[in-house]
């Protein structure tokens, strides 16, 4: 599978770490799409379905990073999945047991020419 079969939904509220997020999956031939918190992707994974997801942790809304993940495990299973974070308040400590595939995820959105 090329890059641009792909299909990237990228959740953080930091807009700058969106567009910078963005552009630099875009150009590694990615599909992406944004939402800026865990309640608008579900919006958008309810119409449509992604091969990864990567989230931010910290977000507002009603969910976490964290919980965004364990529920996108949950209900779509073949969706792989990765957690980023720039802050932290110790919010949510999460162990990488929880979320199978964590590193598969990283290395399905990141292995391309440019990395």
């Not at 009603?62 to 720039?86: A, K, R, W």
């Amino acid at each position: 599978m090329d890059n641009s079969e792909t299909k990237v939904l990228l959740v953080d509220d930091n807009l700058a770490v969106r567009k910078v997020a963005l552009l630099f999956l875009t150009n590694a031939g990615f599909s992406v799409e944004v939402a800026d918190d865990a309640d608008n992707a579900l919006q958008v994974l309810s119409s449509q379905s992604f091969d990864v997801l990567i989230t931010d942790m910290i977000m507002p809304g009603t969910m976490t990073g964290l919980d965004l993940i364990l529920f996108v495990q949950e209900h779509y299973p073949n969706t792989q999945c990765g957690l980023i974070s720039g802050l932290s308040d110790g919010q949510d400590r999460w162990n990488p047991g929880r979320c199978q595939g964590f590193k598969n995820a990283i290395k399905a959105v990141f292995q391309s020419r440019y990395c």
